[in-house]
């Protein structure tokens, strides 16, 4: 049997479960008397519908049902409420149409649903939905958020003039207008974060039965969190709540994406309330493309304002950021309060301003991706870095250390309302420096040079901020079969949870890790939680977990000094049993648990060990790190081969630094991809998703990537008791810049001075040409 402690590198205990397929994902769930359902979606980027006619579908053999809006509408159900809205900078709300689960009227980007058949077989409800008549009037539609904006271009929706969503600020301007008056050196760029496609190996799925005795529905979705979904959908219902449970069994891979509130989760809902039977609908890759939120796609100019000795004075950004046709569940949020956070970075800015536009076009929502809103500013801030450390003629390590905020000046607040509790960044940097051994990198490019390739260093520092709901509950229940059942409200998406939860529930309790269980995604079992985003997993749901152990040995040693019969201060906790000081008499924690629990059941008085806790998270947390790529370029071809790349982090305590180190690869991975060859491509004519599928659309293969080296320097965070930061999403966050900056270096002997993501061969290979012609 086996204690897990904190800080060990366990092997992850939901892995044989899954890798011997004994997973349970959504698609895996056949309920009595179940039906399909498929969704007819929009083939037009911008479209009035003139007419539906459903005749010659409804008659196809199993077809039970085909709802257009104008049902949805008859039966009262309203609009996919937008949770996270954000005001202009002069107080005025911002546009707020209405996101309809079934399209009425018009369409407004390629896949927006138009109606939803239900038959008794997949096959039957595809069949029908190839025989419904749309009559479509097509209408000039824009896909560009460059000339989204721009007077005279075709409006997604007539309420948002200009296409524009909300023009909100952060930050002084006036004293931010200031300082750059008074900046010895501007360094200005515009930088393109491109749209990606999120493409979680689980594609999503929503299954709904609804109980007419009780009139609560069952929702079974693969999110990030019940809890959330179950609120906004009983919006859309005008009912309350507790009317839903929903059920998240096994999630295969979330990033953000199946955070949200989607068309097909009212949809199957509303159809088992219509039709008495449960409904399933199941997407397929290729409708995932254009069904699933996306990610990223900014357009960001940053100005950098620095004194006469290299110190940063001040920063000032405009930022478009496109939100697609509709506004998804945190979509303003994302780009503004998300992404303003950490727009200081590392550095000690005196002043801030932040403009950030929301836009409107014809494409596919975007909202959270890993990262969400932070990679977009440290990718900003950190090329910013670079490019001024190019045009004053300072190493760029150099420029950043002079720069950062140090450990001495803990807490330190930023010009955006947030206050870093804890870092030490220049000892990372430096770190990271010397692991890399930068000192001698002019030997290893000088090399390359003699094979025909240019070389090239980047380096990025980059700041996380956690985020997510401000409470957490945790709950430990002991269960008849001699286990240990904890009950968590957080939601794991691949992130190894359980075997995290089970190291901190065993440290603390001294119960056998093979006796705990970690049950979560009912939200019937577990009335409240904050779900998963945010990186905030551990730190807050950690604490819940520590304050409901407490709780456990609390009521324990009550417990067992009646079983022992002494005085409860004299009764001792430790290693998973309970003792009278100066004895040797003691009783073990589950022992001790079954006899309560019995003594209850046959009436008597008896203290339970049972409990549960609501932990406040008070303060969020700041993860940080160093990543540093080497590049190797062919000139002739433009191909990039990223030779080496190794992070430093600081993560705070880590419990699990296998798990971890696992989290930041897929991280960076995700952030080379980003990087290197995915792009999200919009015929600028027609609004068609040109790379709608993995014939178009690159995802970085192992052959992409590097081995990616990762070191941890724990610098515990104050904010918590556990000391940790957070580690779901950074790896996403510093890996972006770092590569770009890698290959600007590189390619800086041919003139190339800028280069916009993805940095494919052919986009390599021009921007040495045009150097090279200027």
């Not at 546009?95 to 390629?110: D, K």
């Not at 390359?448 to 956690?466: H, Q």
């Not at 059942?485 to 691949?494: A, C, E, I, K």
């Not at 041919?750 to 040409?769: K, L, Y």
Request: charged content about 20%.
């Amino acid at each position: 049997m086996t204690k897990f402690g904190l800080a060990q590198s366990i092997a992850r205990v939901e892995d044989p479960r899954l890798l011997k397929g004994v997973g349970r994902y959504t698609d895996d769930i056949v309920l009595p008397a179940m039906l399909h359902a498929i969704v007819l979606r929009s083939p037009h980027a911008a479209a009035t519908i003139d007419r539906i006619d459903t005749t010659a579908a409804a008659s196809v053999p199993g077809v039970k049902a085909i709802y257009t809006a104008a049902d949805l509408k008859a039966d009262g159900l309203g609009p996919l409420p937008c949770a996270a809205p954000v005001q202009n900078r002069d107080g005025s709300d911002m546009a707020n149409p209405p996101h309809l689960a079934l399209a009425e009227g018009a369409v407004r980007h390629v896949g927006d649903p138009v109606a939803f058949i239900v038959a008794d077989t997949a096959a039957a409800a595809r069949d029908a939905a190839e025989l419904i008549s749309v009559d479509y009037t097509v209408q000039s539609s824009i896909v560009d958020l460059a000339k989204a904006t721009e007077p005279g271009a075709p409006l997604v929706w007539p309420e948002a003039r200009n296409n524009i969503v909300f023009d909100w600020g952060i930050g002084d301007q006036a004293a931010t207008e200031a300082l750059f008056a008074s900046a010895a050196h501007v360094t200005r760029l515009t930088v393109v974060n491109n749209r990606v496609v999120v493409a979680s190996m689980e594609a999503r799925a929503s299954i709904a039965e609804f109980d007419q005795a009780t009139g609560r529905w069952t929702l079974y979705a693969n999110t990030q969190g019940g809890w959330l979904i179950k609120n906004l959908i009983a919006a859309v219902f005008a009912t309350e709540p507790e009317k839903f449970r929903v059920i998240t069994p096994d999630v295969g891979g979330g990033f953000g994406m199946k955070a949200f509130l989607y068309p097909e989760h009212a949809l199957t809902c509303y159809a088992a309330r219509k039709l008495g039977r449960p409904v399933k609908w199941a997407s397929e890759r290729g409708e995932a493309f254009v069904a699933d939120t996306q990610g990223r796609d900014n357009i960001t100019t940053g100005e950098l304002a620095i004194d006469k000795d290299g110190k940063f004075l001040a920063l000032r950004t405009r930022n478009l950021a496109n939100m697609g046709a509709y506004l998804s569940t945190f979509a303003p949020y994302i780009p503004t309060l998300a992404g303003g956070a950490v727009l200081a970075g590392v550095y000690g800015f005196q002043q801030i301003f932040a403009n950030v536009i929301g836009v409107f076009t014809h494409t596919v929502p975007v909202d959270a991706y890993r990262g969400a809103g932070r990679p977009e500013s440290n990718y900003l801030l950190e090329r910013l870095v670079d490019a001024a450390a190019r045009e004053l003629n300072i190493d760029r390590a150099e420029l950043r250390r002079r720069n950062m905020v140090p450990s001495s000046a803990m807490p330190h607040a930023t010009p955006v309302g947030k206050t870093y509790d804890s870092g030490d960044f220049a000892t990372v940097l430096d770190a990271a420096l010397k692991e890399i051994d930068y000192t001698n990198f002019p030997a290893r490019r000088a090399e390359a040079a003699r094979r025909g390739k240019r070389r090239g260093i980047g380096l990025a520092y980059y700041l996380e901020v956690t985020m997510g709901d401000p409470t957490e509950r945790a709950e430990i229940r002991f269960a008849e079969d001699g286990k240990v059942d904890l009950y968590v409200g957080t939601q794991s998406t691949g992130q190894g949870h359980e075997t995290g939860y089970i190291q901190l529930t065993s440290q603390r309790l001294g119960i056998d890790a093979e006796k705990i269980r970690v049950r979560q995604g009912d939200t019937d079992t577990i009335p409240v939680g904050g779900g998963t985003g945010g990186s905030r997993s551990l730190y807050s749901e950690g604490q819940a977990i520590l304050m409901t152990a407490d709780t456990v040995i609390n009521k324990g040693k009550q417990a067992a000094a009646e079983a022992l019969e002494a005085a409860p201060a004299d009764i001792a906790f430790d290693d998973g049993r309970f003792s009278i000081v100066g004895t040797d008499r003691a009783i073990d924690i589950i022992e001790l648990a079954v006899m309560q629990r019995r003594r209850a059941a046959a009436g008597e008085q008896a203290i339970t060990l049972d409990a549960a806790e609501i932990a406040t998270v008070a303060e969020h947390t700041f993860p940080n790190g160093c990543h540093m790529a080497e590049v190797e370029i062919d000139p002739d071809t433009g191909v990039v081969e990223i030779v080496r790349y190794r992070v430093s982090d600081d993560f705070g305590k880590t419990v699990n630094p296998m798990i971890v180190r696992g989290q930041v690869h897929g991280g960076v991975a995700q952030g080379l991809g980003q990087a290197l060859v995915e792009r999200t491509d919009y015929d600028l004519e027609t609004g068609q998703l040109l790379s709608g599928s993995f014939m178009d659309y690159a995802l970085p293969r192992a052959n992409d990537l590097p081995d990616i080296e990762v070191d941890l320097l724990e610098v515990p965070s104050v904010s918590n008791p556990l000391g940790v930061k957070g580690a779901g999403e950074a790896g996403s966050v510093g890996s972006p810049p770092a590569l770009i900056n890698a290959i600007i270096d590189a390619l800086s002997a041919d003139g190339v001075t800028h280069i916009d993501m993805p940095a494919t061969p052919e986009t390599v290979w021009r921007a040495m040409s045009m150097a090279r012609a200027a």
